[in-house]
């Protein structure tokens, strides 16, 4: 049964509009949860840890370990900054005070992140391929999926509501789905 699940799953993935409509019908509760949550309360001040997940951080303790790593590949992901705004709308959910509209701006930053560590590879090909002795082609690669495997990441992992650090909205206090709004 499991192996039919994942059969689906993979073919949501491979046709987006799907993928996204049947995201569209998951996430709605957790965007309507959100959206209750954020009424009257109070946003933090905004902080980030870089690329989540524990990218960044596990980035810097392998640069502070390998000081040759930290030569070749820098202290902290090159494409950190892309990170870092994907972050700001994430903190405050994108300035979405309503469900469809949140759902909507989530999306747009997680394609936005994409696209960004993307933009860095082909911006930085030719000094990349010739720090890593590879061929620009290579690089912009490697890029590509990096940025693919990011965006799926944040996609599954960063929906509102969920309890993670990370999540959509995580600058207003924490929420659940299995509130009054959520049902409806």
């Not at 820098?74 to 469809?100: I, K, L």
């Not at 890029?143 to 799926?152: D, G, Q, R, W």
Request: aromatic content about 10%.
């Amino acid at each position: 049964m499991q192996t039919h699940r994942l059969a689906a799953l993979l073919a949501c993935c491979v046709l987006p509009a799907n993928a996204q409509d049947l995201m569209r019908s998951v996430e709605m509760p957790a965007h309507r949860a959100l959206v209750e949550s954020m009424e009257g309360a109070e946003l933090t001040p905004f902080e980030t840890d870089g690329c989540s997940g524990g990218l960044s951080s596990s980035w810097r303790l392998v640069a502070e370990t390998f000081p040759k790593f930290s030569l070749l590949y820098e202290e902290h992901p090159p494409w950190e900054y892309c990170c870092v705004t994907h972050d700001r709308a994430y903190h405050n959910a994108g300035g979405a005070s309503q469900a469809e509209v949140s759902f909507d701006a989530r999306l747009a930053a997680d394609e936005g992140l994409r696209l960004c560590v993307e933009a860095h590879g082909d911006t930085h090909a030719e000094d990349y391929a010739e720090r890593y002795d590879m061929t620009p082609d290579q690089i912009r690669s490697v890029h590509s999926i990096t940025s693919e495997a990011m965006f799926l990441a944040v996609r599954f992992g960063g929906g509102p509501c969920s309890g993670l650090p990370w999540r959509w909205g995580f600058g207003y206090p924490g929420c659940t789905i299995f509130g009054p709004t959520a049902r409806e």
